[in-house]
Each structure stands twice: as structure tokens, then as C-alpha cells.
């Protein structure tokens, strides 16, 4: 799971400049639009390629990259982007994200003695030559676990391997239930498991590590400093087609073929990644500054012209919430503490924020019609584990005075107040965007102010994307409300998200009946479709009737491609994990 990274600063507008108008002609260019982007294709035509050239890549963000150069530490969408062209999973998928066996590793999933058992192929090397072993993929799972690290990619999820949460506490010094028949330097790993799930068939299940560590490059580097250090930060290896030659950091990365590559001779001579604000992506799209950038959706109708670019998009598996401060994390436990005299904790006042706003009006107007507004936090792309009855938060601002009403929420001159007769104020951070953020949530403040909700942004202002994932992760006490959004895993099971023991369940929402269906959706009885698509269904209704988030918006990922180039592809079968298989990409002869 990642996290989506984008930001921008933009100051406060003036209440006039938010008034929302869209209709006419300019509904039918937003309806156009949606219908132009669900046509375009997912990969570059195939054409014969040379050998050499480079490719620039833009990195839409305002703020500098972190560079965190690990699988296992790095969050944000940001750093993942900068990493594919070295970094690649042990495992390629079909477009249904289902294991093959043609990727780096093969797979082997055995019921009856509850192991999976993956084998590294001969000749899978990293970027100084060295074979990637069994120790390679044991290594992971010490990063992942070991306090040490203080890894927010840690789920308890893993803990269904024997041995692994007795290693997380402290009370082992080694992983019990992960066996290396042939040795460390070997390329056979056995794991044993508690039991097996349902979703270890699919890639992103969250169960086991789909990645690699090389232990003979890192093994000398303290876990706690493994975060901060130079091999980590500035010079990483990785057995992918490209290797890091050059970083500036927090602005610029270029890549270089990895000549020890397994699947064949890359194609390009070098990958250059650099930094651009999100507002200026227009501009460099029109003047072909790079090869490949992501079109900002709402900048769309300036480059959808533009000659010499071939567009391709995808719906990705990612949403935006609204999310409630409801408790904290405690590390030394490992779960989430959900204090139930919280400001947030009533289901009425979360219900009423979700109603008043007015999501569909304004992705018409600021987004081209290419984002929309969503229902459940389960997206569409999951077939029928997709409640489809789900209505969500429709605008009625009725209902959302009627409900506080009842719930005794009432008003004493502008502001309501909480049902105690206490003052009710309540502090919303989000992150900084493209120029679009500031209008976008000052229009959301100004609706929940019409329902005499006191609702003000953390600090008066938009908050920096790094300081942003900062204060979610320490549970700043601030903060009461925040929207933010969710690449999601491309198995649906929503325990590395929302279980009691999950570090990225930033709500910290703990119920009986939340932990009950998280874990039901993964149970034995979960290996009959039909009762686990059932169990997906009864947890959307559950967490739309709570309204713990308030799912908002997804959006088309459109990119420009320079016309010259083959082999860029973003369908499942065609990539790796969700990274474009670089090696396949060069220029058209």
C-alpha cells in the first residue's frame, strides 16, 4: 500500500472566487472528456526500438522527495515512482494481479503443510553482480519486523508466519517459520505459516514480502540507522534494469542500465528523473520537456491538443477520504488505542460532514469531469467484491442539519455546539496540491460552515506533504479531522489498512465489529468466493453506516508520452507490481 503524494503551497482564496458554476456547454466538455479519457490506452503501441537514447521523467511534487531507497521503509507514491526503474518485486502477474511464475521468483503455494515456498532464478543478480540468495528474501522480513527500524510498512498481517511476531517483540533472534533448505546463499525460501489465506494467490496480499534486501550490502548497517543511511539514501542496490548513478538529493535522480540485468539488455542509455511542480505540468507538457509526465486533471483541457504526445490512462486502484482523529498508536503494543470520548467519536457529527459536502459540484468544476466522486472505500476494479449499493454521501445539506439536530448538535448563535453544551471546534488538515487544493478545500470548510460546524485548516493553511504524514503518524493532538488518500494493494483485503493492529489505520478506529469482518474477509471460510464477497459487502455497509471515513474522490491517471517511444505499458501483465518494466521501454527506430 502507498500513499498519494502530491502538494503544492497555495494560500487562502476569498469566499467570492469559490463559487461553484458549471452547466451548459461546459457539462457536456466534462462528460466528453470522462468518455475521451475511458477510451485511451493502457500501454504505448509496440514498434520496433533502438538501442540508446534518454528518457526524462517528471516528478510532480512541490516539496522535495524523502529518497527513501527501500521497499521496506519507503511510504510515499513519490519515492515509489523514483525507485521503479531499479527496483522490482520477486513476482510478475497476470491482469487480474494473480501470481505467475515469469517474473524474477516462482511461487508455490501448498495447502496442506500450510507453506509457500519461492525460488529466486538463476542469474537474478544485483546491480554489483552478486546473486540474489534466500537470505535476500529472509532479510525483509528482519527490516519489516525488527523495532529497530520503526518500519510503517509492518502489518500484523505478517505475523501469520510462525515466528515472526515472537522476532517483532523482542523475544527471538531470529524468524522461526522461514526456512533456507539450500542454505542463506542458496535461492530456496520456505515459509511456514499459522494458516493460509484466501488472497496469498494475489499479488499485494499483504501476508508475505514480495520484495528483496541485500544482506551482504546492508547487513553491516545497524537497523536503526538503516533508515538514515548513505546505502539506503544514496546509494541503494537494486536487481532491476536500471541502477542509480547519480542523486541530487530531494530534486534529482539518473539511472543507468544495470549491465547484470536478468531479463535482457536495457534499452535506454539513461532515466532522468527531476522534480516539477504539479502547476507548471501544463507548460511542460506543450513544450515536450519530458518524455513522460502525468497530466494534472485539471489542467487537461490545456494539453489535450498537444502534438507529438501520445495520451495513455488507467483508473488506479486509489482513493481520497476524509478521515477522523479517534485515539493514538501505541508502538510498545503494536495497536491502534481508540479513545471513545473522542471530539470526532460520534457517528452523527462524521455522517453530517460526509453530507454537506458538495464532492460531485466540484469535480466537475475544477477537474474536467476526469475525477469522480466515489461511494465505497472498496473501488470498482474489484469486481463483485464491490458493493455497488453502497449510495455514499450524496450533497443534502437537509439531512445534515437534521441529523446534528436530533443527535444534539445545537446552535448557539453562528456555531453548534456538542450535545455536552461544550463548544464544538473542530481543526481539518490537508495536504498541499496543485492549484486547485486551496479553492477545493476552502469550499469544503465553507460547506460544513453552512451546517454551523466551526471547521478551521490546521494552521490557517494547507500542510507540506512530509510534515503532513509526520503528524498523521505521531496522531498529533491538533488534529481532530484530515483528508488524504490511499494507493491501494491489489489484493482487496483491508487488514493492512484498517485493522486493530495496522500503523497506516491513521483514523486509530477500533470496534468489535471492524475487527470481526477485517478478519472474516481472510478466514478459512473466506477460500468460498461467494461467503468472502459476501463479508466484503457487509463491511462496506458497516463502515458507510459509521462513517469511520468518508470515501471522496477517485480520478483517471492520464500521462503524455513522447510519440517515439515503445514499450511503456501500465496493464498488470505488462509491468511489474505496478512499476513500468523499464527494460522494455526505448525509442521507435
Not at 520477486?90 to 500450510?114: E, S, V
Not at 522534480?275 to 511542460?284: A, G, K, R
Not at 460532514?353 to 472505500?377: P, S
Not at 490511499?486 to 486493530?500: A, C, F, N, R
Request: aromatic residues 12%; contains cysteine; charged residues 25%.
Amino acid at each position: 500500500m502507498k500513499k498519494n503524494n502530491v502538494l503544492s503551497s497555495i494560500g487562502i482564496l476569498a469566499a467570492t472566487a469559490l463559487t461553484l458554476t458549471a452547466c451548459g456547454k461546459s457539462n457536456n466538455n466534462q462528460e466528453n472528456n470522462a468518455k475521451e479519457a475511458s477510451k485511451f490506452p493502457a500501454k504505448m503501441p509496440d514498434k520496433p526500438t533502438r538501442q540508446g537514447g534518454t528518457v526524462r521523467v517528471a516528478l510532480q511534487t512541490d516539496t522535495p522527495f524523502t529518497g527513501i531507497f527501500s521497499d521496506q521503509l519507503q511510504v510515499t507514491a513519490t519515492d515509489a515512482d523514483l525507485s521503479s526503474p531499479g527496483s522490482e518485486s520477486l513476482f510478475d502477474t497476470d491482469d487480474n494481479y494473480r501470481f505467475t511464475n515469469k517474473g524474477p521468483a516462482t511461487l508455490k503455494i501448498n495447502q496442506k503443510n500450510k507453506t509457500i515456498t519461492i525460488e529466486v532464478k538463476k542469474g537474478v543478480r544485483w546491480s554489483d553482480g552478486q546473486q540474489v540468495t534466500a537470505k535476500d528474501v529472509e532479510y525483509p522480513y528482519e527490516i519489516l519486523s525488527n523495532k529497530g527500524t520503526d518500519s510503517q510498512r509492518y502489518s500484523s498481517q505478517f505475523e501469520l508466519i510462525k515466528g515472526l511476531k515472537e522476532y517483532h517483540e523482542g523475544k527471538a533472534k531470529s524468524i522461526s517459520g522461514i526456512e533456507m533448505p539450500d542454505g542463506a546463499n542458496g535461492r530456496r525460501v520456505i515459509l511456514h505459516f499459522k494458516q493460509l489465506k484466501p488472497g496469498m494467490y494475489n499479488s499485494g496480499n499483504g501476508y508475505f514480502s514480495e520484495y528483496t534486501a541485500p544482506y551482504h550490502y546492508l547487513k553491516d548497517v545497524p537497523f536503526s540507522k538503516l533508515q538514515s543511511s548513505n546505502k539506503i539514501r544514496k546509494k541503494p542496490l537494486y536487481f532491476g534494469a536500471y541502477k542509480l548513478e547519480k542523486l541530487v538529493r530531494g530534486q534529482s535522480a539518473v539511472w543507468v542500465p544495470n549491465k547484470y540485468y536478468w531479463r535482457g539488455k536495457p534499452k535506454l542509455d539513461k532515466i532522468i528523473y527531476q522534480v516539477i511542480s504539479p502547476n507548471s505540468s501544463s507548460q511542460s507538457i506543450k513544450s515536450h520537456k519530458f518524455d513522460v509526465i502525468n497530466v494534472v486533471n485539471s489542467q487537461w483541457d490545456e494539453v489535450k491538443h498537444t502534438k507529438k504526445v501520445k495520451f495513455i490512462a488507467e483508473i488506479p486502484l486509489s482513493y481520497w477520504f476524509i478521515g477522523f482523529k479517534l485515539g493514538k498508536w501505541d508502538a510498545k503494543h503494536n495497536k491502534n488505542i481508540m479513545n471513545q470520548n473522542s471530539k470526532m467519536n460520534n457517528k452523527s457529527l462524521r455522517k453530517a460532514i460526509g453530507y454537506a459536502m458538495n464532492v460531485d459540484e466540484v469535480t466537475k468544476h475544477y477537474t474536467h469531469g476526469l475525477t469522480f466522486h466515489i461511494t465505497t472505500l472498496i473501488p470498482p476494479q474489484f469486481g463483485d467484491y464491490f458493493n455497488k449499493n453502497i449510495k455514499g454521501y450524496d450533497y443534502n445539506l437537509k439531512k445534515a442539519n437534521d441529523i446534528l439536530d436530533k443527535a444534539g448538535y445545537k446552535k448557539k448563535g453562528k456555531w453548534r455546539v456538542q450535545p455536552n453544551g461544550k463548544p464544538l471546534k473542530i481543526t481539518f488538515m490537508a495536504k498541499a496540491g496543485d492549484s486547485t487544493q486551496g479553492p477545493i478545500i476552502q469550499n469544503y470548510i465553507q460547506q460544513w460552515h453552512k451546517i454551523g460546524l466551526n471547521v478551521n485548516l490546521l494552521n490557517g493553511r494547507l500542510t507540506e506533504t512530509n510534515s503532513f504524514y509526520d503528524k498523521l503518524n505521531k496522531d498529533d493532538p491538533q488534529v481532530d479531522m484530515f483528508e488524504t488518500g490511499w494507493y491501494m494493494s491489489t489484493e482487496p483485503s483491508q487488514d493492512g489498512m484498517y485493522g486493530d493492529s495496522t500503523a497506516a489505520n491513521y483514523d486509530r478506529f477500533v470496534t468489535p465489529e471492524n475487527t470481526k469482518l477485517v478478519k472474516e474477509m481472510d478466514s478459512q471460510k473466506a477460500f468460498d468466493h461467494k461467503y468472502r464477497v459476501k463479508v466484503f459487502h457487509d463491511w462496506q455497509k458497516y463502515i458507510f453506516d459509521q462513517a469511520y471515513m468518508i470515501p471522496t474522490v477517485n480520478s483517471y491517471k492520464i500521462r503524455a508520452i513522447n510519440n517515439r517511444i515503445s514499450g511503456y505499458s501500465l496493464k498488470p501483465s505488462e509491468n511489474n507490481n505496478g512499476h513500468v518494466l523499464w527494460y522494455k521501454v526505448g525509442f521507435v527506430k
